[in-house]
């Protein structure tokens, strides 16, 4: 038997950087995200021999280990052993054997919740395995307490859930920890021109976003007034980009990117390069009414709102950079599940 999973990723339209502590706990966050179908996926296959071997196809890389309840996290394909640590913990397994396979339809770093996505799918193919009794939001919060909690990495609330419930939706981070995903219904003829109109160009950069993200965390903790101004700001935005999808209003859409662009470049140093001002204003140059680096910053992903009139032109402007238009569409569903026999 062979157990399966894939994960969407995200694009991040508005809010970012609200849903991550301390600020999400002082303040409160909201983030609005399109999942689209670019996928992390995961095969668990298992074994009789006695070892474990995670196989990450995308990256080239191999690690085996004799079975043992408890891995090493040694650098080297952390999030999927950490993973492993976790639900042998909390659902009592022991003497696993198995090979885990991953890949990804983008490069890590990339701005789209890659590690998260990850995380999210090797959970689903664990649940998958063992009929683990998880809702969506236990999957979700399952995936945050492994990245931030037991890996200690740095980041936000976001990607967890965007990635196991799927769909375009607005998320609230209350103070208390809680996390309400609200799915939009959007008419139709909104999600085709949103999907048309929103250009998504890889610059072929990657970046450490937990650097940039402990900056924005720090800067929050110590309540200084520029940065945590910038992400309240970005934090209404997603209230706006709400109302604007809900109302079909697509022009503001453009507008709104730009705003959160210019605040959340307050948020902490490194969210932007000189390299991705020079592509945000070509295509600005060229039409766009606005736009934004996807993910924490730095590198990665960048998305463009244009008009019928301008989409060609923008699209010329900043392929100029070496970086390449991926083409996607918005996905409804999020983490799926199966088995093969």
């Avoid at 991550?20 to 995961?42: M, Q, R």
């Avoid at 990804?104 to 689903?124: A, N, P, Q, R």
């Avoid at 859930?161 to 998320?171: D, E, K, L, R, V």
């Avoid at 307050?266 to 000189?274: D, N, Q, V, W």
């Amino acid at each position: 038997m062979k157990y399966r999973s894939k994960a969407p990723f995200r694009i991040g339209l508005a809010g970012g950087g609200s849903d991550v502590s301390p600020f999400s706990d002082k303040f409160g966050g909201a983030t609005l995200n399109a999942s689209i179908n670019l996928y992390a996926y995961t095969t668990i296959i298992p074994r009789t021999d006695g070892k474990i071997i995670f196989r990450a196809e995308d990256r080239g890389e191999v690690i085996e280990f004799e079975t043992s309840d408890e891995l090493p996290i040694s650098g080297k394909l952390n999030l999927q052993i950490g993973v492993y640590n976790r639900i042998v913990k909390q659902f009592q397994k022991s003497n696993l054997s198995f090979e885990m396979i991953t890949s990804m339809d983008v490069s890590s770093g990339s701005g789209l919740g890659t590690s998260s996505t990850i995380v999210t799918s090797v959970i689903g193919a664990f649940a998958e395995w063992f009929k683990l009794p998880l809702s969506e939001y236990d999957i979700a919060k399952l995936a945050f307490d492994i990245e931030r909690k037991d890996l200690k990495m740095a980041g936000g609330k976001q990607d967890q859930y965007a990635a196991t419930f799927g769909g375009i939706n607005f998320m609230e981070f209350g103070k208390d920890n809680s996390v309400i995903v609200n799915p939009l219904k959007l008419k139709t003829e909104v999600i085709n021109e949103l999907q048309y109109n929103l250009v998504l160009y890889y610059t072929k950069t990657s970046r450490e976003s937990s650097k940039i993200i402990e900056t924005q965390a720090s800067n929050a903790q110590e309540e200084k007034e520029i940065p945590v101004n910038a992400m309240k700001i970005v934090k209404d935005q997603a209230y706006l980009m709400k109302e604007a999808l809900l109302s079909g209003e697509l022009k503001k859409v453009g507008d709104i990117l730009s705003m959160s662009w210019e605040n959340k470049k307050k948020m902490a140093t490194g969210i932007s390069t000189p390299f991705i001002d020079s592509i945000y204003d070509a295509a600005i140059q060229a039409g766009a009414r606005g736009g934004k680096i996807s993910g924490a910053g730095g590198g990665g992903f960048m998305i463009f709102y244009t008009e019928e009139t301008s989409r060609a032109s923008v699209i010329n402007s900043i392929s100029k950079f070496g970086g390449t238009v991926k083409q996607y569409e918005f996905c409804n569903q999020g983490l799926i599940t199966w088995t093969v026999s």
